[in-house]
């Protein structure tokens, strides 16, 4: 399975970055949110894949004794994909707000601040 | 010590505060500074004299050996009378040419803190010092310069002048790095006590190529004189102070200071030969076709710097001493044929010399002052500047094979200065006064006595050298040469060749000044010559060097946000790239992976699929959905891999970033392809092989061990220590609830964001 | 009002204690609270409606809903797994005896979850459900028997 | 005892899901889609939920599984009709062979009121 | 979307998901869950009955602004993670109360703090999602 | 040493946003609020300063769980300094914004907003741990986000989307360092991490997970070729938001990159000279960039990347002596920089415009507001011994002493070039006479203001100015400082014991 | 064959499939609403994967996702009839 999600993270790394460098706005939200799974699949597989064992201490229990996923990864991504949201609903709004002021999707047509002489 | 060198930069702050007394009369006191300082070295004197040094020290930057330490010697004590004495003068002098000026606080604060960074400069011990000294000359003189600023041009030769000594100052701060670091000192007297090991370190080289461009930029050697006739745009106190007596002597002063430590080499000497024998020639045969009584000098004070690095990389004992002597000579008169000049213009409104004459008929004293230091340029006895000469010529004709061609060019120099001096200081005021200026009279006192009483001094020196012989020559002879030779300045030395070669130059300059009348005609023809001059080419190289810049800046800052990532990416990839290949072994471990169910193999499969769905669709919805089924994918994979919580956060979020989606839809773009076939495949090129990086990268990680050390502290202590079950829930709350107080309020910052971002609509009034 | 509001905070705690699966006192005291608090959060202006009023009643018509939802389920597998469609569809206007939001909505919605059926919308007016139906043989014969089953049964038991 | 009845249950479950699948591809048209899926899967995964919640045989996990399934009772058809609703007026026309559509034309094309009568 | 059948449909759920997220939340130191997905849940529960009944309902219903939980739960989190400096331990150190409560289990301040995170949730996402209903 | 109320920097700030956060509409409570509590937050920072400065380095471990399993909070002397300077630069743009600010923008979480900022720094500067180091970045972005785009002008907007979309990527790619550490390492405690990634026998991903950490905080502290979000974007909030961007935003990456590759990655000899290659073209093409623009601010912006490369510099040549200039240079240069973007904006109430070529006569008719300019102006160019000079002399003397004398050329030249363009915009902005421009009818000029404002925008600047002139003229200090510092990141085995010592003692 | 092995070997693979089958009409559309439609049945088939894999793993606790999917699965239906509804008004 391992060898799956490997190529499913260089894909989504892949996916990402190619909607990344689309000159449309909303393709490169949509990148940057491929680009963040891709990130958290990462963390995860990185973080050594236990099936069906999750860090759940059994009513009876004091601890976790037999193998178990590991929950720093997962605390991790937690933590990534709720920030994530934020940034990403912030992006969205702010591609709306720069398509209802420049009127245009073609990031290549938002130049002018930097332009030398303004 | 210290006091009387900061006194200045105090005066300099005091001044802005105490404008209204200044504007007023309270001006007259300034001049009172520069006296007492001028007083407080001479009263050293004596001790000099018996060829005592005095330290200073106050300590500053202890830590990196930086401190306030001075250091009174013969050399420093020549400086610091002429800093502090045309000080005295060009302070006076100020006080009735720019009287009643609104800027007058201004230019008085400029001029102190000027007069204290040359003191500092010519008083510190310590080189690091030293250049901090340096730099605040040039910056003073930069505001000098552009004084009057409403003038464009002024306030061109300003950035130019700064540009110049700036890039100079900054060579010479790398140079005297160099050489602290690698004589272990930034005192100049320890350093000096391990001279040898400087001139054998292997970065001799370096640091005398940066000494080197320090001083020939500040002392407008060729190539880099070109910033000084422009200089000239500065009041003429300014001229007078900085560009002809103190600032541009910084060089000389640096060169002069280093000879006893880093001199006496051959790329020491042929290099300052070299550069000074061109200077003063070229600036001097520049100085004779000008009509502007300011240009003709500017030029004549290039010529003279030339000269006087040409005497100090003869380095010989002789030529040493000559220019010990010839700073004092220049000095003298080289001063009083500005503020003369400053009186001409100031009165006459002009300093076209074609068109002056006759002035000695309204201003005599100043036409006799003028006189005087005419023929001390001359060098003409019994004139300081007979003396100056005499040794210039002593010290080229004692210097072996080169003797006769350097003789040649001294005379050569000479015949063009004796002619511009002449020019400046003898052609406004003979002949018939023009009908325009008989209304002309002679300025306030303060402004005539100073030229008057430096031409005097020219005149006096060359009469009793042994004023200054014993107390002030001798030491300057001793430090420059760092031995105790007894030296004597005598007028008189007999008939030899020196003295003919001197009469030669006076016959042949007055012959020059009686055949060449300067012309516009004949300014125009040596204008064609500018075409190669070092000016132009540092223009073109400026302006080479500002199209680079537009090239570099364009080609990186495009404006093209695709192109930023691509190049940030594409610098990523390389990088990676490259290290993985180089130190990274591929190798996979099969025997711990997972086993591959048909469930997972759907679930990745459809998630390929909606990836690549998604990159390719043509509808933003149908992205947005496909994005959702990735997202739905994602949750099943946590959930196979024992991550509750994350397929419960990540469903959650992903359905409500889908409806964020949909409610935003209609005011997000259509879907558009822009981008050309040839840049897509292109892009996918490049991010396929970002992706593989990673891909081969997160298998080479799995092959590696984990250390579990963490995970096995939490499964141990959730319950039995932060009493909870769900470890995950008790990391994101206790172990490390830190991160999620963090998180949280990342949210509702942005949460604000779009709260602001939708609803703040700035009325035209508000927005800036 | 009272009665109503009682009912529905009731039936909250009681869902609650299923969801938490802790069948205990303090349990339901804690989800009566909370569920009380919940309906001041939420209170709108509900018509009257009456929950357990007529248990028996409501346990006939789990049954008969059952027991469409199976028939025709099986009805609709048989047109998906052979090849060729046998089915007649069409939207077919029900005029409708339902009269609360209550009411339609159940009706409604008991119609979508039994195969073959889809309500599609109500009318503003509330006079008639608009049902998408795979096997329209006979409209009048499929409107009555919505009308005689499903319609019939709901009313019997919210009325 | 418990096992074959899980077995059952999940079985018939999966069944239905498998023919709302099917069905969802074989339709001819979205309402027949809306139609045969809606109410297939809903019986199909309450039929698994319920396996599941005899498998476990806790009460509380019971519960819990009667508490999904009257979730998905309660939400399934309004999604339903939510979206065969909204389709009907963007357009999506009805499969060929349809034999009358009383809807037609009792949409007010602007505010979307739904008229009784003609 | 004024359909009869969404927003009946949507006045049960409300109610419903509001105690279900609660639900998450209490139990998310034992089992998954936790305040942000309780919070999630919540504010889902909110979004619905806007669809359903139109921004201005739900509004009333809530009658305050959502953004205003934003300052309350982290408030709530900020003071239930500093408690412990007043008594001269780290930030975040657990205190605890003695005995269980019934449902709830242990009450100590990482329910507080999980508390703050739910609360907190639930106004940013309705923040969020309001303000875009209200430009659209 | 262990001390809880090291996280009061963060805290407080926390505490602050929240108290403003309540105070939504009423601005003037909130204009109030923040002053005080920016004082506040500096005599914070100051007593921080000191007792890590006379104590060593103090530890909190959050939650009382000993390192490495719980989140660390180091504050070392780098770290108190940044949050001192933070706390400095803080205040002076809270007070400057107090004036300048129009209400528009107050009444939807600016202050709020700003304070949130500033606890992200402090929390970057203090944490101890690579992923809480992670969302403090986060925090720090999400707020500069919201920032910049507060208001919402088109110029705005369009810098942003540029700003918004390399910071989010400079995430991902950070997100990514830290999921191949913690695959590597097993561990997220910095210190602990400084052991661990010492252990890994498979030195090629060290290198490999280095390359992704210089990347992603490469893009963050704006250097070559990583840099294009700032110029594009950083001179088009309002000014107070550029000053605080320009002097701390840019410099917590640089700090980052400094922590880390002292910390957890020495610099082999290829990263090494990688470091030294992008500093180069760090400095060069800030300072190309900067004497091509006629805009004040981006003349700033420029400034800010080339003198970046003075800092990475330091690092690349990884002495103590290049790390004494990279840390003089960036304590100076966060002080200066603020300034400097304050001054714009006061230039700015005052004409209307920040186009040089359109400014001028400022020196004539503002005599007082021009010295007082010249001081960070000049200080920025370094003309000793105003602050600027004094790095460069360690960095000069640095490199040299390694034998890296391209690196010396490159120091040098963006030395000149800052020192022409400062010297261009002084003559431009400051001695051209310029005519009077139209006013504008959506500029609220500097005279209009309530004397309070006024005040309000010039006492920071004033307060700025003295300090960098302190800083300048009582180098001593700062070096000493700067030297302690280069000096615990050399040698960091004082910061991992500080962290991991109290392995022994239960939590 | 335990109960394990028959919902792992023979009800999981048969859900897996029918996922497939549904992402299938996802894919080829040809209207949003169909998408959507399936987007819903592909969750709804997700809880009952949920299910049995809760079975299998012996974890009830899975159930609790199940219980979310369930609850917010139709909110996206909502969500697209929303905009379909919008986006006849505003056209
Ligand atoms: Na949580
Ligand atoms: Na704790």
């Known amino acids: 399975m391992e060898l799956l999600l490997v190529i499913l993270i260089g894909l989504l790394y892949a996916s990402g970055i190619f909607m990344m460098l689309r000159r449309s706005m909303v393709k490169l939200i949509i990148g940057l949110i491929l680009l963040g799974n891709g990130a958290n699949m990462l963390i995860f597989l990185l973080g050594r894949i236990v099936k069906g064992k999750p860090p759940l201490i059994e009513s009876s229990a004091k601890m976790l004794t037999e193998i178990y996923a590991d929950p720093v990864p997962q605390a991790l991504i937690l933590t990534a994909i709720v920030i994530s949201f934020g940034l990403q609903s912030f992006a969205i709004i702010l591609v709306k707000r720069a398509y209802k002021i420049t009127d245009t999707d073609d990031l290549d047509e938002l130049n002018t601040t930097d332009e030398i002489y303004e | 010590m210290i006091i009387a060198i900061l006194s200045g930069f105090i005066a300099a702050a005091l001044i802005p505060l105490l404008s209204k007394i200044i504007k007023g009369k309270g001006s007259i006191l300034l001049p009172f500074l520069p006296l007492s300082l001028f007083v407080y070295f001479a009263s050293y004197l004596p001790k000099i004299g018996k060829g005592e040094k005095l330290n200073f020290v106050y300590e500053w930057v202890p830590s990196f050996g930086i401190n306030l330490s001075f250091h009174l010697d013969g050399l420093s004590m020549l400086f610091a009378l002429l800093i502090t004495g045309i000080g005295t003068l060009v302070f006076f002098y100020t006080y009735s040419y720019l009287k009643g000026h609104v800027y007058l606080d201004r230019f008085y604060g400029y001029l102190s803190m000027f007069m204290a960074s040359m003191l500092g400069l010519v008083l510190s011990d310590n080189i690091i010092t030293l250049f901090i000294f340096w730099e605040l000359t040039s910056i003073s003189s930069f505001f000098l310069i552009g004084f009057n600023n409403d003038d464009p041009k002024s306030r061109k030769s300003a950035l130019l002048a700064l540009s110049i000594t700036g890039m100079g100052g900054l060579f010479l701060l790398a140079g005297m790095l160099l050489l602290g670091t690698a004589g272990g000192s930034y005192s100049f007297q320890e350093l000096l006590a391990n001279g040898s090991l400087i001139q054998e370190h292997a970065s001799y080289g370096w640091i005398i190529l940066l000494v080197f461009l320090g001083a020939f930029t500040k002392s407008a050697q060729f190539p880099f004189h070109f910033w000084l006739p422009g200089a000239m745009k500065a009041p003429t106190p300014v001229s007078t102070y900085l560009h002809s007596a103190t600032m541009v002597k910084a060089g000389i002063y640096i060169l002069a200071r280093f000879t006893p430590l880093l001199g006496g080499t051959t790329e020491w000497n042929t290099t300052l030969i070299i550069v000074g024998a061109v200077t003063m020639v070229y600036a001097a045969i520049h100085s004779i076709f000008r009509m502007d009584m300011k240009s003709i000098l500017a030029y004549s004070t290039i010529s003279a710097l030339g000269i006087l690095v040409f005497l100090i990389g003869l380095g010989t004992e002789e030529s040493l001493l000559a220019a010990g002597v010839f700073i004092l000579v220049h000095a003298l008169y080289k001063a009083t044929l500005f503020l003369i000049t400053g009186i001409v213009d100031h009165e006459t409104s002009t300093r076209d010399v074609t068109v002056l004459g006759g002035l000695r008929k309204v201003m005599m004293p100043v036409a006799i002052a003028a006189g005087l230091a005419a023929l001390s340029n001359a060098g003409a006895p019994p004139f300081f500047g007979f003396i100056g000469k005499d040794l210039i010529y002593e010290a080229t004709l004692h210097f072996g094979d080169w003797a006769y061609l350097l003789t040649g060019a001294a005379i050569l120099t000479n015949i063009c200065l004796l002619f511009a001096g002449l020019l400046a200081g003898y052609k406004p005021f003979v002949g018939n006064l023009p009908a325009e200026f008989s209304k002309v009279h002679l300025p306030h006192p303060t402004m005539w006595v100073p030229p008057l009483i430096l031409a005097a001094l020219g005149l006096i020196f060359g009469l009793f050298p042994v004023l200054i012989e014993k107390n002030l020559i001798q030491p300057v002879f001793s430090s420059l040469t760092n031995n105790d030779t007894v030296i004597h300045l005598k007028l008189w030395h007999g008939f030899n060749v020196v003295l003919g070669l001197s009469m030669l130059t006076l016959t042949l300059g007055v012959l020059l000044y009686w055949k060449l009348k300067p012309s516009e005609a004949l300014f125009g023809k040596t204008l064609k010559f500018e ?14 060097f500002s199209g680079f810049a537009k090239f570099w800046t364009g080609f990186f800052q495009n404006g093209y946000l695709r192109n930023y990532v691509i190049t940030i990416l594409g610098f ?28 997972e193999v759907i679930v990745v ?85 970002f992706g593989t990086l990673i891909a081969i990268l997160t298998l080479e990680v799995l092959a590696e061990p984990l250390n579990r050390e963490t995970s096995i502290f939490y499964a141990e202590s959730a319950y039995i220590l932060a009493k909870g079950k769900n470890v995950v829930n008790v990391i994101l709350v206790d172990f490390r609830g830190l991160d999620t107080i963090v998180e949280i309020t990342v949210l509702v910052i942005a949460a604000i964001g779009v709260f602001s971002l939708l609803k703040l609509r700035l009325k035209s009034i508000e927005k800036e | 009002m009272i009665k109503t509001k009682f009912l529905s905070n009731l039936l909250l705690s009681l869902i609650w204690v299923a969801i938490t699966g802790a069948f205990t006192v303090e349990n339901f005291v804690f989800g009566f609270a909370l569920s009380f608090f919940l309906l001041w959060i939420t209170a709108t202006d509900r018509r009257d409606n009456k929950y357990f009023n007529r248990i028996p009643k409501l346990i006939g018509f789990v049954f008969f809903f059952l027991y469409e939802l199976i028939k025709a389920n099986i009805e609709v597998a048989y047109d998906v797994i052979t090849p060729r469609h046998y089915m007649e569809p069409g939207i077919v206007k029900i005029p409708l005896d339902a009269k609360s939001d209550l009411e339609i909505t159940l009706l409604a919605n008991l119609i979508t979850l039994t195969p073959g059926t889809l ?31 499903f319609e019939r049964r709901l009313l019997e038991i919210t009325r | 005892m418990t096992e074959i009845i899980v077995i059952i249950l999940s079985s018939l479950g999966a069944l239905f899901i498998l023919l709302a699948a099917v069905g969802i591809v074989k339709m001819p048209d979205l309402y027949l889609r809306i139609s045969v899926t809606t109410k297939a899967a809903t019986l199909g995964i309450g039929l698994i939920l319920l396996g599941a919640g005899i498998y476990f045989s806790d009460t509380a996990i019971l519960a819990r599984v009667i508490a999904i399934i009257v979730f998905m009772l309660l939400t399934a058809p309004v999604g339903a009709h939510m979206i065969g609703r909204a389709s009907y007026f963007t357009g999506v026309k009805m499969w060929k062979n349809s034999k009358i559509d009383e809807l037609e034309g009792k949409y007010d094309t602007k505010s979307h009121k739904l008229k009784s009568e003609d | ?80 993670g500093a408690a412990p400096l007043l008594v001269g331990q780290s930030f975040m150190t657990g205190l605890w109360f003695e005995d269980p409560l019934p449902v709830i289990g242990m009450v100590g301040s990482a329910l507080f703090f999980d508390t703050g995170v739910y609360l907190v949730v639930i106004g940013v996402t309705l923040t969020i999602i309001f303000t875009i209903s209200e430009t659209l | 040493m262990n ?10 700030q926390l505490f602050t946003a929240v108290l403003l956060l309540f105070f939504w509409f009423r601005v003037n409570a909130q204009r109030l609020i923040t002053i005080i509590c920016s004082l506040v937050s500096l005599g914070i920072a100051i007593w921080l300063l000191k007792e890590v400065y006379q104590n060593g380095i103090l530890t909190m471990q959050a939650g009382g769980w000993k390192a490495p399993f719980g989140i660390t909070f180091v504050a070392d002397v780098f770290s108190a300094t940044m949050v001192l300077l933070t706390a400095i630069a803080g205040m002076a743009v809270a007070v400057f914004s107090t004036g300048s600010i129009r209400n528009a923008r107050l009444k939807f979480g600016y202050f709020p907003i700003l304070n949130f900022l500033l606890m992200g720094l402090n929390g970057a500067f203090l944490t101890g741990d690579i992923f809480n180091l992670y969302v403090w970045f986060e925090i720090i972005i999400i707020a500069s986000f919201v920032l910049i785009t507060i208001g919402g002008e088109k110029a705005q907007i369009e810098g942003a989307i540029k700003y918004v979309t390399m910071n989010l990527l400079a995430s991902a790619i950070f997100l990514t360092a830290i999921a191949i550490l913690y695959g590597l390492a097993g561990s997220l405690n910095m210190a602990d991490l400084s052991e661990q990634v010492a252990q890994i026998e498979n030195r090629g991903l060290v290198n490999v997970v280095a390359i992704l950490f210089l990347v992603g905080f490469g893009i963050k502290s704006a250097i070559f070729p990583l840099y294009f979000w700032l110029p594009a974007s950083y001179h088009t909030p309002p000014p107070a938001i550029s000053a605080i961007f320009g002097g701390l935003l840019t410099k917590v990456g640089v700090y980052a990159l400094l922590r880390i590759f002292t910390l957890i990655f020495v610099p082999d000899a290829f990263l090494s000279n990688l470091l030294i290659v992008l500093a180069a073209m760090t400095i060069l093409s800030g300072g190309l960039g900067a004497i091509l623009q006629v805009n004040m601010r981006k003349i700033f912006s420029y400034l800010i990347v080339c003198h970046i490369g003075f800092m990475i510099a330091g690092l690349g040549i990884y002495t103590e002596l290049a790390l004494v200039g990279a840390i003089f240079y960036l304590i100076h240069d966060i002080i200066v920089k603020t300034n400097l973007f304050l001054i714009s904006g006061l230039i700015f109430k005052l004409k209307g415009t920040l186009n040089i070529e359109k400014l001028g006569g400022i020196y004539k008719k503002y005599p007082k507001f021009s010295l007082l300019m010249a001081i960070p102006l000049f200080s920025l160019v370094g003309i000793p011994p105003l602050s600027g000079f004094w790095a460069k002399l360690f960095l000069i003397q640095g490199s040299y002493l390694e ?23 002084w003559s431009e902005v400051f001695w051209k006479d310029a005519k009077d421009l139209p006013k504008k009818i959506n500029v609220k000029y500097f005279k209009e203001l309530k004397p309070l404002k006024q005040w309000a925008m010039v006492i920071p600047i004033v307060l700025l100015a003295a300090t960098s002139l302190y800083i300048g003229l009582a180098a001593e200090h700062i070096i000493l400082l700067s030297k302690q510092i280069a000096a615990e990141l050399i040698n960091p085995s004082a910061y991992i014991e500080a962290v991991l010592g109290s392995k022994t003692t239960t939590p | 064959m335990s109960v394990y092995d028959y919902l792992y070997y023979i009800i999981l693979p048969i859900l897996a499939v029918s996922i497939l089958i549904i992402f299938i009409r996802f894919l080829i559309g040809p209207k949003l609403s169909d998408r959507v439609v399936a987007l819903d049945l592909l969750l709804t088939t997700g809880i009952g994967i949920i299910a049995v894999y809760s079975i299998i793993t012996n974890q009830p606790a899975f159930l609790d996702i199940a219980m979310i999917l369930a609850l917010i699965a139709f909110l996206g239906t909502v969500a697209f009839a929303y905009y379909l509804e919008k986006r006849e008004k505003n056209d």
């Open chain 2, 531 to 544: 075409l190669f001059s070092p000016q132009t080419i540092a223009l073109l190289f400026g302006r080479l």
């Open chain 6, 403 to 425: 034998g890296q004398y391209t690196l010396i050329g490159f120091i040098l030249l963006g030395s000149f070039l800052t020192l022409w363009v400062i010297a261009k915009l």
């Open chain 3, 119 to 149: 309500s599609l919308d109500v009318s503003d007016d509330r006079k008639v459900l608009y049902v998408h139906a795979m096997y329209v043989k006979d409209r009048e014969e499929f409107v009555a028997n919505i009308k005689n089953g």
């Open chain 5, 1 to 80: 979307m004024k359909t009869i059948i969404f927003k009946t449909a949507s006045t049960y759920l409300l109610p419903l998901l509001v105690l279900f997220s609660v639900f998450i939340l209490l139990r998310g130191h034992y089992l998954p869950g936790g305040g942000f997905v309780g919070g999630l849940i919540a504010s889902i529960a909110f979004v619905i009955h806007s669809f359903a009944n139109g921004l201005e309902q739900t509004k009333s219903l809530i009658k305050f602004h959502p953004g205003f939980l934003m300052p309350i739960g982290l408030c709530i989190a900020l003071l239930s």
């Open chain 2, 605 to 689: 499969l459809i998630m390929i699929v909606s990836i690549i769905f998604t990159v390719f669709s043509r509808s933003r919805l149908v992205a947005v959905a496909s994005l959702g089924v990735i997202g739905y994918s994602i949750c099943l994979i946590f959930l196979f891999y024992s991550a509750p919580d994350l397929a419960m956060t990540q469903f959650s979020i992903d359905t409500l970033t889908v409806i964020l989606f949909v409610l935003v839809i209609y005011n997000l773009p259509k879907y558009k392809t822009f981008s050309k076939r040839r840049i897509r495949v292109r892009d996918g090129i490049l991010s396929l092989f």
């Open chain 6, 3 to 12: 001390n809880p109320y090291i996280i009061l920097p963060v805290i407080f």
């Open chain 2, 572 to 599: 990523l990839t390389i990088l990676l790239g490259y290290r993985l290949y180089q130190g990274v072994n591929f190798y996979v471990d099969t025997a711990k992976l997972t086993e591959l169910t048909i469930y």
